[in-house]
């Protein structure tokens, strides 16, 4: 047994524990923060991502030791920092995420969110394939990426006032855009889920019964 | 159109939402909020009381006799427990079809990881310890370990047949005869959230399971005969699914509630991510063969297709997996004269299983793969050939099922064709690949498929699963279903159904957990059966909750009448729960003897367009660019509609160039996510989805299954477009750069006298009859 002295979150706290445990394993089975998940062990999948001073770092690789004297953020501790940084309702990168589709399963969410919210904070304007390159350690499953994609390009343009691109199958609306009043989520509409795909007459049969036409 | 007219926002007071109106919208899913804050409680982040950790003792063979099991090492440790087949309560198996699947090998083993030996312990780290120290001596047999070994001496776990039309005739009028042979690989599940159970005696001495799952009731089911006893099971929050967490949790289910019984305390399983990818399922690897004539005019006049299927070392699944392989294997084409045969053989690897498509994507692999070879043999290009051929409304199945509503083949064709140009470019690449001056090494690929929604055949009718809707306050109606979120959004998918049948905003509809002390068997939670079969039903159920609030006068008209009839109804009868159940259409039979009649009620219809770049030194492959077209009924949450269309496809993808599992003697040479890749956020092309309703009538508002349609085309699109950047004929998934080296070594290259002389000379069929 070892004591740790962790500062997570905010907090400078004092933990006992196995001296080869790894940050994860204290996080998850000595600080009850698990948020962080436990996805393949050995630092592939990106599940057990935290910020360390700012960096997103794979807490199933990093020896709990080793953390000690470093600002440790998990995912718990986003949504604190945003109200404490002045910020009111949720924090935009993780509001964006829920809006977005960007979770599925949300296991893979904790990691892609915090590596998500350390290039928004290094690079104010990154391109997709920057984004693409920050989330690459990050596995998800479900999505498709497309909408994590999209996420952190609707949290980039809400943070500057941008318009955000709709998304394809949305042709008629964006779903994304600001309603009037500002901060009340709309519901995304179906509304014209068809419309502008230039779908060409195809011979009449198959249609008959499409009521998009 | 900026702005959101029309339709609704999330917090508006009820009393400003229109009727019927949350299908179409995307409200927040329900778990949304505590998945971002990592607040979600997945298996293994609940905590118990006295809590121990289970661990299980694997085979190192694929094939051996058990000779001795020595635990006193591992007994040395106090407080270990280890369980063996002779410590069961009940009959050793886990009951799904054939009554084959051992819960603990009992004198052999038949695969690697073969779960031989349960062990319990006070923590995760003395557990996996006393699992070291569990000796078992094995004499090692001599295993079949592929497809190609099966066939010599054929063990055959499932076989069906379809046949329709006169296939003699039909290849007599025949222009052309063109034959192929397409092989698929295993392909792993990959949920990011390995396998985990927990199993606790209650306060009252009942069994509880919690775990990472998609059918509460088979688990329930498989755990009551081997305990003799009621079983409570109830879902975690489960970090995805696809199929993997099918079947397999029964046998995690039974582990866990087997050692929990033993030490009188809760116990938790959890697998570490080597251990499930070598002994949980996979998708069955296959092998199809086509023979397929085509007429003068360019159209399909007879199809004869043999489907393998390796099912690996039990039962399980395998005859419902070859079934749905069977009735997809012709593809979305009308075929007046068809013969399918499929057997499932046995092998010695871990049983294959319910995977995302359920066998659809590996026979539409060989179709849409053989429909690409007779386009270049006629001279035309895929898209025209598919346009010829796919289904139209009045068409016939190979079943003999008149497609008599929601056909959408052409109409995802033309969306695709309009969206990409894909005729032209197509043309441009084959032309500058045969001129010599294409090497770039870009390529385009399409495919069609089809995907029958809910469970084949009369599946529905013999469940007759039963829904319950529930008043139990004036403003929430509960829902109570045993469907499963493993991520899909049916929580609030089906919270939008409802909530329109009822006339209600979703935030006074409530869907409980499922557990089975709480909600009737409405079935598990698979074959793209959740929203158009389960939502179904929760419709009527709404509707028949709506009349008879109403106690013989008029239904409400807003939902402040809703509260007001509703409070009323409590306060003089207490809660209202309505059931109803399943009820086929009418005239939807199937014969499963025959393989004739309705095999689905609805299809969903789907185009992928795969646009690549191949490196002209490393033959990888990147996929650039994905237009997904798709015929989903009704978008009822376009949000997540478009996610499973997407997630979907992207699996697919891997399936088709990049997800590589190989055994050498049934043992997975792959079983680490370094090992085994998956498509990363560098790996995924930007998706352009268009969603398509027609409407059928089988579904709520319209809507048809869409979670395994994208599966089945992803593949055969993407290796379509590395032939067409390469020249290498593909006929084998994964496509990966060591595959179509061989494949290039070998010849196995286009140049129209290539493939002219192959399908003159006919394949050689080795291995197949």
Same mark, same amino acid.
């Given at each position: 047994?070892?004591?740790?002295?962790?500062?997570?979150?905010?907090?400078?706290?004092?933990?006992?524990?196995?001296?080869?445990?790894?940050?994860?394993?204290?996080?998850?089975?000595?600080?009850?923060?698990?948020?962080?998940?436990?996805?393949?062990?050995?630092?592939?999948?990106?599940?057990?991502?935290?910020?360390?001073?700012?960096?997103?770092?794979?807490?199933?690789?990093?020896?709990?030791?080793?953390?000690?004297?470093?600002?440790?953020?998990?995912?718990?501790?986003?949504?604190?920092?945003?109200?404490?940084?002045?910020?009111?309702?949720?924090?935009?990168?993780?509001?964006?995420?829920?809006?977005?589709?960007?979770?599925?399963?949300?296991?893979?969410?904790?990691?892609?969110?915090?590596?998500?919210?350390?290039?928004?904070?290094?690079?104010?304007?990154?391109?997709?394939?920057?984004?693409?390159?920050?989330?690459?350690?990050?596995?998800?499953?479900?999505?498709?990426?497309?909408?994590?994609?999209?996420?952190?390009?609707?949290?980039?343009?809400?943070?500057?006032?941008?318009?955000?691109?709709?998304?394809?199958?949305?042709?008629?609306?964006?779903?994304?855009?600001?309603?009037?009043?500002?901060?009340?989520?709309?519901?995304?509409?179906?509304?014209?889920?068809?419309?502008?795909?230039?779908?060409?007459?195809?011979?009449?049969?198959?249609?008959?019964?499409?009521?998009?036409? | 159109?900026?702005?959101?007219?029309?339709?609704?926002?999330?917090?508006?007071?009820?009393?400003?939402?229109?009727?019927?109106?949350?299908?179409?919208?995307?409200?927040?899913?329900?778990?949304?909020?505590?998945?971002?804050?990592?607040?979600?409680?997945?298996?293994?982040?609940?905590?118990?009381?006295?809590?121990?950790?289970?661990?299980?003792?694997?085979?190192?063979?694929?094939?051996?006799?058990?000779?001795?099991?020595?635990?006193?090492?591992?007994?040395?440790?106090?407080?270990?427990?280890?369980?063996?087949?002779?410590?069961?309560?009940?009959?050793?198996?886990?009951?799904?079809?054939?009554?084959?699947?051992?819960?603990?090998?009992?004198?052999?083993?038949?695969?690697?990881?073969?779960?031989?030996?349960?062990?319990?312990?006070?923590?995760?780290?003395?557990?996996?310890?006393?699992?070291?120290?569990?000796?078992?001596?094995?004499?090692?047999?001599?295993?079949?370990?592929?497809?190609?070994?099966?066939?010599?001496?054929?063990?055959?776990?499932?076989?069906?047949?379809?046949?329709?039309?006169?296939?003699?005739?039909?290849?007599?009028?025949?222009?052309?005869?063109?034959?192929?042979?397409?092989?698929?690989?295993?392909?792993?599940?990959?949920?990011?959230?390995?396998?985990?159970?927990?199993?606790?005696?209650?306060?009252?001495?009942?069994?509880?399971?919690?775990?990472?799952?998609?059918?509460?009731?088979?688990?329930?089911?498989?755990?009551?005969?081997?305990?003799?006893?009621?079983?409570?099971?109830?879902?975690?929050?489960?970090?995805?699914?696809?199929?993997?967490?099918?079947?397999?949790?029964?046998?995690?289910?039974?582990?866990?509630?087997?050692?929990?019984?033993?030490?009188?305390?809760?116990?938790?399983?959890?697998?570490?991510?080597?251990?499930?990818?070598?002994?949980?399922?996979?998708?069955?690897?296959?092998?199809?063969?086509?023979?397929?004539?085509?007429?003068?005019?360019?159209?399909?006049?007879?199809?004869?297709?043999?489907?393998?299927?390796?099912?690996?070392?039990?039962?399980?699944?395998?005859?419902?997996?070859?079934?749905?392989?069977?009735?997809?294997?012709?593809?979305?084409?009308?075929?007046?004269?068809?013969?399918?045969?499929?057997?499932?053989?046995?092998?010695?690897?871990?049983?294959?299983?319910?995977?995302?498509?359920?066998?659809?994507?590996?026979?539409?692999?060989?179709?849409?793969?053989?429909?690409?070879?007779?386009?270049?043999?006629?001279?035309?290009?895929?898209?025209?050939?598919?346009?010829?051929?796919?289904?139209?409304?009045?068409?016939?199945?190979?079943?003999?099922?008149?497609?008599?509503?929601?056909?959408?083949?052409?109409?995802?064709?033309?969306?695709?064709?309009?969206?990409?140009?894909?005729?032209?470019?197509?043309?441009?690449?084959?032309?500058?690949?045969?001129?010599?001056?294409?090497?770039?090494?870009?390529?385009?690929?399409?495919?069609?498929?089809?995907?029958?929604?809910?469970?084949?055949?009369?599946?529905?009718?013999?469940?007759?699963?039963?829904?319950?809707?529930?008043?139990?306050?004036?403003?929430?109606?509960?829902?109570?279903?045993?469907?499963?979120?493993?991520?899909?959004?049916?929580?609030?998918?089906?919270?939008?159904?409802?909530?329109?049948?009822?006339?209600?905003?979703?935030?006074?509809?409530?869907?409980?957990?499922?557990?089975?002390?709480?909600?009737?068997?409405?079935?598990?939670?698979?074959?793209?059966?959740?929203?158009?079969?389960?939502?179904?039903?929760?419709?009527?159920?709404?509707?028949?909750?709506?009349?008879?609030?109403?106690?013989?006068?008029?239904?409400?008209?807003?939902?402040?009448?809703?509260?007001?009839?509703?409070?009323?109804?409590?306060?003089?009868?207490?809660? @209202? #729960?309505?059931?109803?159940?399943? &009820?086929?259409? /009418?005239? +939807?039979?199937?014969?499963? $003897?025959?393989?004739?009649? !309705? %095999?689905?009620?609805?299809?969903?219809?789907?185009?992928?367009?795969?646009?690549?770049?191949?490196?002209?030194?490393?033959?990888?492959?990147?996929?650039?660019?994905?237009?997904?077209?798709?015929?989903?009924?009704?978008?009822?949450?376009?949000?997540?509609?478009?996610?499973?269309?997407?997630?979907?496809?992207?699996?697919?993808?891997?399936?088709?160039? @990049? #997800?590589?599992?190989?055994?050498? &003697?049934?043992? /997975?040479? +792959?079983?680490?996510?370094? $090992?085994?890749?998956?498509? !990363? %956020?560098?790996?995924?092309?930007?998706?352009?989805?268009?969603?398509?309703?027609?409407?059928?009538?089988?579904?709520?508002?319209?809507?048809?299954?869409?979670?395994?349609?994208?599966?089945?085309?992803?593949?055969?699109?993407?290796?379509?477009?590395?032939?067409?950047?390469?020249?290498?004929?593909?006929?084998?998934?994964?496509?990966?750069?060591?595959? @179509?080296?061989?494949?290039?070594?070998?010849?196995?290259?286009?140049?129209?006298?290539?493939?002219?002389?192959?399908?003159?000379?006919?394949?050689?069929?080795?291995?197949?009859?």
């Amino acid at each position: 047994m070892r004591v740790l002295n962790l500062t997570v979150n905010g907090d400078a706290t004092e933990v006992a524990a196995p001296a080869h445990w790894t940050l994860l394993e204290v996080l998850r089975y000595r600080m009850g923060l698990t948020g962080s998940k436990q996805g393949c062990d050995k630092g592939d999948c990106g599940a057990c991502t935290v910020l360390i001073d700012g960096e997103p770092q794979l807490s199933c690789l990093t020896v709990a030791a080793l953390a000690e004297g470093h600002e440790i953020t998990t995912i718990e501790g986003l949504l604190p920092a945003h109200l404490r940084a002045g910020g009111e309702g949720p924090d935009p990168v993780q509001e964006a995420f829920d809006r977005c589709g960007a979770l599925q399963c949300g296991f893979c969410q904790p990691g892609m969110i915090l590596s998500a919210r350390a290039l928004l904070s290094e690079n104010p304007a990154p391109t997709r394939d920057e984004i693409k390159a920050a989330l690459s350690g990050n596995l998800c499953r479900c999505t498709g990426y497309t909408q994590i994609y999209q996420a952190v390009e609707l949290a980039l343009a809400e943070a500057t006032g941008a318009e955000p691109a709709s998304p394809s199958w949305a042709p008629g609306e964006n779903p994304w855009a600001k309603t009037p009043e500002g901060n009340a989520r709309p519901a995304v509409g179906a509304a014209g889920l068809t419309e502008g795909t230039g779908v060409a007459p195809s011979g009449g049969d198959s249609r008959t019964n499409g009521k998009a036409h | 159109m900026r702005g959101n007219q029309g339709t609704l926002r999330r917090h508006e007071t009820m009393a400003h939402i229109d009727h019927g109106r949350m299908v179409g919208t995307s409200p927040a899913r329900t778990d949304g909020a505590q998945k971002v804050r990592g607040l979600c409680r997945y298996v293994d982040d609940l905590e118990f009381d006295g809590l121990w950790h289970g661990a299980t003792v694997r085979s190192p063979h694929a094939c051996a006799r058990i000779v001795a099991i020595d635990a006193a090492a591992a007994l040395a440790d106090p407080d270990v427990v280890v369980l063996t087949a002779r410590d069961l309560p009940g009959p050793n198996v886990l009951r799904l079809i054939a009554d084959d699947w051992p819960v603990l090998a009992d004198g052999r083993v038949n695969h690697f990881a073969e779960p031989v030996a349960l062990v319990a312990a006070p923590t995760r780290e003395r557990a996996r310890a006393a699992v070291g120290r569990v000796e078992v001596r094995y004499e090692v047999e001599r295993g079949i370990h592929d497809l190609d070994q099966a066939l010599a001496s054929p063990r055959i776990l499932a076989s069906c047949r379809i046949e329709r039309g006169d296939l003699e005739a039909g290849f007599a009028a025949a222009t052309h005869v063109v034959e192929g042979v397409y092989d698929t690989a295993h392909q792993e599940h990959v949920y990011i959230e390995p396998q985990g159970m927990v199993a606790r005696p209650t306060a009252q001495g009942e069994l509880e399971v919690i775990g990472s799952l998609q059918c509460p009731y088979y688990v329930q089911k498989a755990l009551a005969l081997l305990f003799d006893e009621p079983v409570r099971v109830r879902q975690a929050p489960t970090g995805g699914g696809f199929g993997g967490k099918e079947e397999f949790p029964d046998a995690i289910a039974a582990h866990a509630a087997l050692l929990a019984r033993r030490v009188g305390r809760p116990v938790k399983i959890v697998y570490d991510r080597h251990e499930d990818m070598q002994a949980t399922p996979k998708r069955h690897p296959s092998r199809v063969r086509h023979r397929t004539g085509v007429d003068a005019a360019g159209k399909l006049c007879a199809m004869e297709i043999e489907v393998i299927l390796d099912g690996g070392a039990y039962t399980t699944l395998s005859g419902v997996v070859l079934s749905r392989a069977v009735l997809h294997a012709g593809g979305a084409y009308a075929c007046p004269n068809v013969r399918i045969e499929g057997r499932a053989l046995a092998t010695n690897t871990v049983p294959s299983g319910a995977f995302r498509g359920f066998g659809a994507p590996q026979t539409q692999f060989a179709v849409e793969r053989q429909m690409d070879r007779i386009a270049r043999l006629i001279g035309t290009d895929p898209l025209t050939l598919r346009e010829r051929n796919a289904y139209r409304l009045g068409d016939v199945t190979p079943t003999g099922q008149v497609l008599e509503e929601s056909v959408s083949a052409l109409e995802c064709l033309a969306a695709a064709q309009a969206r990409t140009d894909f005729k032209r470019r197509w043309h441009e690449i084959e032309d500058a690949r045969a001129s010599g001056e294409g090497h770039a090494l870009h390529g385009i690929g399409l495919a069609l498929s089809w995907h029958g929604a809910g469970f084949t055949g009369e599946g529905e009718q013999r469940m007759r699963s039963p829904v319950r809707l529930a008043l139990v306050a004036p403003d929430c109606v509960e829902v109570r279903v045993a469907a499963c979120d493993f991520g899909q959004g049916t929580t609030i998918v089906l919270s939008q159904i409802v909530a329109d049948a009822l006339g209600l905003p979703t935030e006074m509809v409530r869907v409980v957990d499922p557990d089975t002390s709480k909600v009737p068997d409405s079935g598990p939670t698979v074959a793209s059966r959740t929203v158009m079969v389960v939502g179904g039903i929760l419709e009527r159920a709404g509707r028949r909750l709506v009349r008879e609030l109403g106690q013989g006068g008029a239904p409400p008209a807003s939902p402040a009448e809703f509260v007001e009839l509703a409070r009323a109804y409590l306060t003089q009868h207490g809660e @209202l #729960e309505v059931e109803e159940r399943f &009820e086929p259409a /009418p005239g +939807q039979t199937f014969d499963e $003897t025959t393989y004739t009649g !309705t %095999a689905y009620s609805a299809y969903g219809w789907g185009v992928h367009v795969a646009e690549v770049r191949v490196d002209a030194d490393t033959l990888a492959t990147r996929v650039e660019r994905a237009t997904l077209v798709f015929d989903v009924g009704k978008a009822i949450h376009p949000v997540l509609c478009a996610g499973q269309v997407e997630g979907g496809s992207l699996q697919a993808f891997g399936f088709g160039h @990049l #997800e590589d599992l190989r055994l050498s &003697e049934g043992r /997975p040479l +792959q079983d680490s996510l370094s $090992t085994y890749v998956i498509p !990363t %956020a560098v790996d995924a092309p930007d998706f352009d989805t268009i969603l398509i309703e027609n409407p059928t009538r089988s579904g709520p508002q319209g809507a048809k299954g869409v979670g395994e349609l994208p599966m089945d085309g992803g593949g055969p699109a993407l290796v379509a477009a590395i032939e067409n950047a390469t020249g290498i004929v593909a006929t084998r998934a994964p496509a990966t750069p060591e595959v @179509l080296l061989e494949d290039l070594l070998a010849g196995r290259t286009l140049g129209p006298e290539a493939v002219a002389g192959a399908l003159q000379a006919g394949e050689p069929l080795e291995g197949l009859r």
